[in-house]
DNA sequence: AAACACACTTGATCCAGATCAAGTGACATT
DNA sequence: AATGTCACTTGATCTGGATCAAGTGTGTTT
């Protein structure tokens, strides 16, 4: 159950047979079905979320009702609100399963204790962010400099995986395009070929 | 020299003396004049930078030439190519400076050996990082849910300094817009009022 | 096999914001 | 005082992508 959890963590730090049972203690296993929350926007969000198995979708709906896809998540990667998460306050993105998914979950106050005993985890999520914050920068400056066709060309190529297992409309979503919109780039860049 | 520095890490973790004399070794001081670069896309991004005082901006320039702001740094902010700095490649993005600046800077294998010696720079920079990767991730959904108009206002109320501080064209290009689509915006605004 | 749902496509029209092109007004330089 | 320059404004036009409205095709339920 914490194989890749602990591949992942090995990556970043080295950590002894000891450290490591005192993070596992720290962590709740869930499941989840397809289609079901993890959280709700209004809610505050109790967990930080490892995905060891399945694939998740985290996204926010508008006052129009429109949904707007802000990232995804599947085995090796973490999610939650993060906002919500660290002060507390109501979060303003759901997150539910696309896939069955299998997830290890750490409230805020596990997770505060886990940085003070085993420090090693102050490194390993300094990186992460450190990691993710870079990407976050690429994708940010991509939705402002690229165009529509510019920004999907993009994702296949820095993340084919992505594109093969999340629905179309999803992935239209993600980039900030009407679904239909996406339709006729592919078509567009299919007939160019 | 390191008062706002100082100010920063201490609001996070708690220094000793002894700590932060060697945290303070590993930063070289620079100062740089108005319009002066600190980074030039193509090269590599040798420096995290911390500003104890004045104002930068960071931005990438596209195929066509238009320059697309990225972010803002001013006093007490760390700025850099995150991904140039942590990686070695070259850098996409240039820095330069918008105000008189002084900065305290630290190189990549000085941060390296001062996270290992002082652990707590770790524990500081993953709040640091996880609080900016809140603050990029809102901004994100910002950039694809809002329209022009709400992002001015929204950037408004979440930083009134900046938009005093900074000239209207690159709080435009900041927020992904023409220069004459913000006065327009502006103008707008005023005559509802 | 008929009916339905779901994911995607195609076409016609519309619009927010870009682009191009002249202003304007407040300082700075000569 | 005249000239230049910088930051911004205003107006006219254009366009990428959104929106609305029918399809189509495949798999699933009854």
Known sequence: ?????????????????????????FFIVKKLRKRQYLLQAGD???????VEKGLLRSYNVDDKGIEHMNMFAWEGWWTSDMYSFFTGEKAVINI??????????????????????????D??????????????????????????????TNLVESNPTLV?????????????????????IKKNIALRK
């Open 1 to 25: 159950m914490f194989e890749i959890l602990f591949l992942h963590l090995l990556k970043k730090v080295s950590l002894s047979h000891e450290e490591q049972d005192i993070i596992k203690s």
């Open 44 to 50: 505050v969000c109790k967990y930080l979320c490892f």
């Open 96 to 121: 539910d399963a696309i896939e069955d998914t299998e997830l290890l979950m750490i409230t805020m106050e596990g997770f505060e204790k886990m940085t003070l005993i085993v420090p090693k985890m």
């Open 123 to 152: 490194r390993y999520f300094r990186i992460l962010f450190q990691n993710s914050l870079i990407t976050k920068e690429r994708r940010l400056i991509s939705s402002i400099t690229h165009t529509a066709e510019e920004k999907y």
């Open 164 to 184: 093969q297992r999340v629905p179309q409309n999803l992935i239209a979503s993600y980039l900030g395009l009407a679904p239909e919109t996406l339709s006729r």
